[in-house]
């Protein structure tokens, strides 16, 4: 069934099994035969298949996917499980979860396009999914890591905390300060609370939280994972992003096995939108979401992908 059509490609409904779990995806595909396909692998929290949150509109991989379709390139994106028309619970799924969602969406898009590269692209949590599923996938054409983290879970959520809190709004900090709530020591907390638990979902400040994945985050080091990689990889992550640390990029190009491009564009924010500030800012997060990806990102992502298409084919590699 086809759900839209434009001049540089054609989306339709494609559905992916895991055991039980039915996922909802879209299938794009450009106009002529697809040089190479992209399994493009969601951020964290519960998003659609476009990257978009009840809360916040990112539609990070609905631009990935339109972008990459300009340049050759066939995409699959999907829903979470337990998001918009995906089966399964989402507060039960941990990270291992996700990752298991993510190959058998990698495998249904190698069955529907046999013979095309295929590469992983993933942003935030899907980078850290393509990550874990790249390091046992050698056949992959390439790897794109859009603000992932090369340290342990646990390290990254701290550095995460210690970022955000000084760029809240000053009213927000006088509160805290009034309240003498110390929004680092209290992660700290949540962090050992996540550690202790024993079930799936568990009940913290009064809501429910999915403590599978926190506790499958915070123990993650996906350095033995990046070592792994042979394949070429792609990372970007830019100088304010606030979630992850830009020097983890050091880490990725001294870690990665195969032929490693890292990237550090000024200005560009964790949601792959340019700040205009001197300074990241979570504050601006707002004002941010209502602007398109990044442009020059997209444009990046896409010339990549493609040449790996054409590397694999013989052609020229140069991206």
Known sequence: MITASTPTLTETAFDVAVGDVRLAGTLALPAGAPRAAALLVPGSGPVDRDSDHPRMRLG?????????????????????????????????????????????????????????????VGHSEGAIIATRLAANEPDLAGTVLLAAPAVVGERMLAWQTRQIVPTMPRLVRGILRLLRIDLVEKQRRNVERFRQSTTDVIRLEGRRMN?????????????????????????????????????????????????????????????????????????????????????????????????????????????
């Open 60 to 120: 990070i991989t609905r631009e990935l996917a339109h972008a990459l379709a300009g340049a050759g390139v066939a995409t699959l994106r999907y829903d979470k499980r337990g998001v918009g028309a995906s089966g399964g619970d989402f507060l039960s799924a941990g990270l291992s979860d996700n990752t298991t969602d993510a190959a058998a969406a990698l495998s249904a898009l190698r069955e529907r396009l046999p013979g095309v590269p295929v590469v992983l």
């Open 211 to 319: 403590a599978k994945w926190h506790r499958e985050l915070i123990a993650y080091d996906p350095a033995p994972d990046l070592a792994r990689l042979s394949m070429p990889v792609l990372a970007i992550t830019g100088d304010h992003d606030l979630q992850v640390d830009p020097d983890d990029l050091d880490r990725i190009a001294a870690t990665v096995a195969g032929p490693v491009e890292i990237e550090r564009p000024e200005r560009l924010t964790h949601l792959l939108r340019r700040d205009a500030g001197d300074t990241a800012s979570f504050a601006a997060y707002r004002s941010l979401v209502k602007q398109p990806v990044d442009r020059e990102l997209l444009d990046r992502v896409s010339s990549w992908v493609a040449a790996r298409g054409r590397a694999t084919d013989g052609g020229a590699a140069g991206a």
